[in-house]
């Protein structure tokens, strides 16, 4: 049956949602498996639709969905699938969401605030999945809204390995865009042995995706600057800090992100002459209009293939990242 993979009693059923099939094919390629065909519909008022073609009964399902926009309706669709899973009687339903819904809305950052991030967590428990397997959560913390094993990914050996031998840790610095990164900077200041940077920024809790920079501390003058991020969104906070880390004296930026999120104007921002190289993932689809020369996005699908073995297979998602986390 196409599909589906035996290994031993445990059957492998690899399912995708609408949002970005080419990461799903990729990685049923990487696992030598192919994607259960899903019939998967919008009707006319906008509701949606999922029924697997072939049976899963028993099986080992992992489904994967890419939360790009629109994201709410790829979120439902991801729901959908998984309760479908859950009543043809799949024997475990692992959720794999290399970006995280909402995952900026991990805390009340004021009063009368949802914590979407855990609502999105409730959500997949409810729909009745086992497990969720995500990369570069924009909080770790997140982990714990899930009352369930999380395999939390990282992206940084990807990355790392497109940067290791294109940049001289004598001249460079890595530099954290804000406050929530300096950790994830650190890691990356260690394994490239060079200085860490921290640029102190601000948002108007008023306007959403509005930046400004207020301070940089650490060593830029005269230096190649690697910006670090999860994600990018609008594309404000690494331009400001490009703009930033340029007048203070930097020869050089380029930025490595995880999650290519580009709502406008990102492509348009981020083509700045402040930035030399922008280094991304392919957690989410770029399409054509959104790429240009100095983009470069590297191939996430073999880092969560080999994470959904390790799964499938009761071995170490630990053992992947060599302390890199
Ligand atoms: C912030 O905490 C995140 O790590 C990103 O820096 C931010 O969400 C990116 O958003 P934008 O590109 O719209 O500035």
């Known amino acids: 049956m196409s599909g589906i993979k035996s290994s ?9 949602g609408r949002a970005h099939p080419q990461l799903a094919i990729d990685i049923a390629a990487e696992l030598g498996s192919d994607l259960v065909p899903t019939d998967a519909r919008t009707f006319a008022n906008g509701e949606l639709y999922a ?53 900026r809305q991990d805390k ?13 967590a409730d959500l997949f428990k409810t729909a009745g999945a086992d497990r969720i397997m995500s990369v570069d ?19 940084m050996p990807v990355l790392l390995k497109h940067f290791k031998d294109k940049l ?11 406050m929530g990164r300096v950790r994830v900077a ?39 600057c690697l910006l670090v991020d999860d994600l990018i969104d609008t594309g404000r906070t690494i331009v400001k800090a490009a703009e930033a880390l340029k007048a203070a004296g930097a020869i050089g930026v380029v930025v490595a992100a995880t999650h290519a999120v580009f709502s406008d104007p990102a492509t348009e921002l981020l083509q700045s002459e402040f930035i030399d190289e922008v280094v991304v993932t392919d957690t989410l689809p770029l399409p ?23 799964v499938f297979e009761d071995g170490s998602v630990t053992s992947m990242f060599d302390g890199a986390a």
């Open 186 to 224: 650190d890691i990356w200041s260690d394994k490239l042995g060079a200085p860490l940077a921290i640029i102190h920024k601000r948002r108007d809790p008023l306007v959403p995706n509005q930046v400004s920079v207020h301070e940089i501390i650490g060593p830029v003058e005269g230096r190649v």
């Open 108 to 120: 009340k950052g004021r009063g009368r605030e949802p914590i979407s991030a855990r609502l999105v």
């Open 168 to 178: 001289d840790p004598a001249t460079l610095t890595v530099v954290s865009p804000d």
């Open 51 to 103: 029924r697997y073609d072939e049976s899963v009964r028993g099986c080992d399902a992992f489904v994967i969905q890419s939360h790009t926009a629109p994201i709410n309706e790829w979120l439902m669709e991801q729901l959908i699938m998984v309760d479908a899973l859950k009543r043809a009687s799949a024997k475990r339903i692992t959720v794999v969401a290399p970006f995280y819904p909402y995952a």
């Open 137 to 155: 959560l924009h909080a770790a913390q997140i982990q714990g809204f899930f009352d369930g094993p999380v395999d939390h990914l990282f992206a």
């Open 288 to 310: 054509a209009e959104k790429t240009w020369d100095r983009l470069t996005i590297l191939p996430i699908a073999p880092l969560l293939a080999r994470a959904i073995h390790e």
């Open 8 to 16: 031993g009693e445990k059957r492998l059923v690899l399912v995708s």
